[in-house]
């Protein structure tokens, strides 16, 4: 009979860190665990700056995130992750910069608290008379001129609309996003010195080369604002729109003038923000949101779902569009879908299998699409740089997705990759800058890494008592709160969720198993006794033979070292299941030779000047 064997790694720094995985999941790194526990304490302040210093836009994600975070949590793998982004947003609104109405003095206290973080970012900028020139004020952008402000570089953003901040501003809903937090956000990275001038189209109101000339770098930001269409019958019919279009004509203030009839094509975020959006439209009667995918392959977040079916979006899935069907004056009248088998083939790749067999038609005044975007870069046509592109038409980019083939012409954001999160762009505008600096300056820009386990928890106090509430293990995640929808439907401005009240924030925050806390075993002093894997409440301690235990070479020096020459099946070890492991510190409490300690794991990445 086969004996089950065990694969086993020997815990490093990667290790430790791997194990905090909301941090690793996030693009900027923030220590959401950090930030999650200070709320279940009650230390507001404290969770916000953790929040803010690596995320310059921490009061937009704390709104619109899609959190990445959560979707790494460990705590869903047992039942449901933490509220991560929402707790973000209830810090943001008690200290972030939408309570300042002087922006000068968040930017003070920001720096002050900069310099106590010792990143090392501050006052490190090369010597250089000239701007940086960066395109396009979205988040990437922002981001980007947000570090090269503070290293001490005098970013200056040209914008072709009347306002900044990207899709933010312009697709991002105000329901979802109040306006007045992006403009917070936007003063006060203009409070750091970044100069944002507005209605400025590059290749009309002045050429690339030009601004080239006169920068010591330039960044295109541009994101991606053009919205992708379908070259099918009935396509040109009156009535068929793109969806951010649509969406920029209505967060810009234009006349907008859709149904009663709407049919949204699409199964994102975006297509949810179209068909919401059109829900508040005056004279829409009903909305239908057509897409290809299954509703579990659907890309939406389920809350955008469920919100969008609570306010009467009727949602049909696995169909595609076949025709747009027009009346004898061009004026679009119904839409003809074709079932929809498969999205994706063997191999993964976007190819669609139909039944043509199987049609619907939906009545249709306007059909907005919502299946993509696409960025608009024909300012670079003859502007006498010579950008080396794609041969579908792209900017090339070095494998950092950041450097072009022309010297001191950068790229980010959807730009560099296509369309991703908000905090996809804040990440790579954080990257840019580091990079545009080493570009000015000659120096390369170093991290130097410094890991530590720290603040041993007391063996009597590890369990539920301080480490965690009591019972934290089955307090269940609660969602939030939001508005009636007879009240959020009335207007694009009505915000719908309400957000965690002080309670509520900090019985969620309790439910983090803190990750970063680590069992420590010392194998000199454990007897194999096993009262740790007999007390364990998730099973995630076991006390098997040597032989049953596989490793790489790291194992079998360990092995050599203590062993000797004599066989692997003449000792034993306590190995542990992390993905089970709650963090109680049931296991220390009962250890009788105090072999087991819980420790923090406590890394950060500093700049070496």
Sequence with gaps: MDHPSFHVVIPDYRYWRQNIKCQTGCPVNTDSRGYVRAIADGDYEKAYWIARMPNPLASIC??????????????????????IRALKRFVTEKYGVEIYSDKNSFVHKFKDKFREDGSGITGIAGETSKPVSIIGAGPAGLACAHDLALMGYKPVIYEMENVAGGMT?????????PRDIIQAEIDAIKALGVEIKLGVQIGKDIQIKDLYDKSAAVLLAVGAKKARMIPMHGATSRGVLGGVDFLRDVYTGKEVKIGPKVVVIGGGNVAYDVARTSV????????????????EEMLADRVEIEEGQEEGIERIN???????????????????????????????????????????TREADTVLFSIGQASDITFLEKCGLNVEMTDRGMIKVGRDKIQTSVPGLFV????????????????????????????????????????????????EVSCNSVAHPPDFEKIPREEVPAAPVSERIKSVFAPVETGFLKEAAEEQGGRCLNCAVNTIFNGDRCILCGGCADICPEYCLRLVSLEKIKGDQ????????????????????IIKDEERCIRCGL????????????????FKEVIDK
């Design 62 to 83: 704390g709104r619109i995130c899609a959190a990445p975070c959560e979707l790494a949590c460990r705590r869903g793998w047992i039942d449901s992750a933490i509220s």
């Design 169 to 177: 501003a312009l697709g991002i809903p105000p329901y979802r996003l």
């Design 280 to 295: 508040r439209q005056k004279g829409v009667e009903s909305v239908s949101l057509v897409c290809m995918e299954k509703f």
């Design 318 to 360: 696995s169909f595609g569009p076949h025709r747009i069907n027009a009346d004898t004056d061009g004026k679009v009248k119904s839409i003809t879908f074709k079932k929809c088998l498969a999205v994706f083939d063997s191999e993964q790749r976007f190819n669609p299998r139909y039944d043509e067999s199987e049609v619907i």
């Design 412 to 459: 980010a954001g959807d730009l560099a990759y296509g369309p991703r999160l908000v905090i996809d762009a804040v990440a790579s505008g954080k990257k840019t800058a580091a990079v545009i600096h080493e570009y000015i300056s000659g120096k390369r820009v170093r991290m130097n890494i410094s890991e530590t386990h720290v603040e041993h928890y007391d063996k």
């Design 554 to 573: 790291t194992l079998t020096e360990l092995f050599k070292n203590r062993y000797g020459d004599e066989p692997a099946g003449t000792g034993s070890a």
């Design 587 to 602: 296991c220390a409490r009962k250890c009788p030779v105090d072999a087991i300690t819980m420790e923090r794991f406590v």
